[in-house]
C-alpha cells in the first residue's frame, strides 16, 4: 500500500522535480528547492534554458506523435509537477481520444497530479505513483488505463539522468521498449556531458537531491539503439523542429524521437 502524502513529503530535502518547477518559473517549491536551484543557475546559467527547453521540446514531440503519427497512447516516466502544456493537454488538443499515465515517485507530485491532471471526456488520464525504474509496476499498472498491445509513445525527459549507471540506464530503456508493439515510440532527452555541464551535476549532488548524472553524446546517442529516429535525428533539443527559427547556442540538452521498428 502506498504510504499517505503527508507521511512521505520532506520538505528540507531538494528534490528534482521541485527545483525543475523552480526553474520553470513555478510555485510548487520549497526554500531548500529554491537554494539549490539558485546555486545551479548560478553555475551553469544555461539550466534554465534547458528546463524550459525541454518542456518545449517535449510539446512539439507529443503534439507530432498524437497528429501526423496517429499515436493515442502516451506513458510520461517522472513526469514531474504539472506545468502548461502537459502531455495530456498536448496529446488530447490533436486528438481528444489520446490516453496518458503519468509516472512519478514524489508524492508532492501525486497531489498535483490527482488535482490537476485531469482528461477531457473522450481520452483518459491515470497516474502511477512510482519510480521509473520499476519497469513491471509501471506497465503492470499503466496497463489499467493503456492498452500495451497498441503502440505507446514512452516519453524521457530528462530523467534517465538519475540512473547514474549507463548499463542499468540502457537495460530501463530496452526493458519498457521491448513490452510494447511495433509503431511505440521513445521521446527521450538528456545532458550532455561537458566540463560545465559535470561541474552542475556534481554540485548537485552535493546539494542533497538525488544525484544527476550528464552522459556523453554517444551514450546518451545509444538509448536510441534498434529504432528508427525521426528527422532531424539526435542532437540538441532546441533545433529537433521548432516552431520558430531557434536563437542563441543550442542547449546541451540533447535527444531524439525514435519509432519502434
Request: aromatic share 6%; proline share 8%.
Amino acid at each position: 500500500m502506498t504510504p499517505p502524502v503527508e507521511q512521505e513529503l520532506n520538505n528540507g530535502v531538494p528534490h528534482s522535480a521541485r527545483i525543475w518547477n523552480y526553474w520553470l518559473g513555478g510555485k510548487d517549491n520549497y526554500e531548500a528547492d529554491r537554494e539549490l536551484g539558485q546555486r545551479m543557475a548560478e553555475m551553469f546559467p544555461q539550466i534554465v534554458d534547458i528546463a524550459r527547453a525541454s518542456r518545449q521540446f517535449q510539446a512539439r514531440a507529443v503534439r507530432h506523435l498524437a497528429g501526423e503519427a496517429g499515436i493515442r497512447q502516451f506513458l510520461d516516466l517522472g513526469t514531474g509537477l504539472p506545468t502548461a502544456e502537459a502531455t495530456h493537454e498536448v496529446a488530447q488538443a490533436a486528438a481528444p481520444t489520446s490516453r496518458v499515465v503519468y509516472v512519478d515517485h514524489d508524492p508532492i507530485v501525486l497531489a498535483h497530479a490527482r488535482a490537476l491532471l485531469t482528461s477531457g471526456p473522450e481520452g483518459a488520464t491515470d497516474y502511477v505513483h512510482a519510480d521509473l525504474t520499476e519497469a513491471s509496476t509501471v506497465l503492470r499498472e499503466a496497463a489499467r488505463t493503456l492498452d500495451l498491445t497498441q503502440p505507446v509513445a514512452v516519453l524521457l525527459m530528462s530523467t534517465l539522468g538519475h540512473v547514474a549507471d549507463d548499463a542499468q540506464a540502457a537495460a530501463l530503456v530496452r526493458s519498457y521498449l521491448d513490452a510494447l508493439p511495433s509503431g511505440s515510440h521513445l521521446v527521450l532527452c538528456d545532458t550532455i556531458e561537458t566540463p560545465l555541464t559535470k561541474a552542475g551535476s556534481d554540485e548537485y549532488a552535493d546539494g542533497g537531491a538525488v544525484p544527476y548524472v550528464s552522459r556523453p553524446q554517444e551514450i546518451v546517442a545509444s538509448f536510441a539503439d534498434g529504432l528508427e529516429l525521426l528527422p532531424p535525428g539526435f542532437g540538441s533539443i532546441t533545433l529537433w523542429r521548432p516552431d520558430t527559427p531557434p536563437t542563441g547556442d543550442p542547449v546541451e540538452q540533447w535527444g531524439f524521437v525514435g519509432v519502434k521498428p
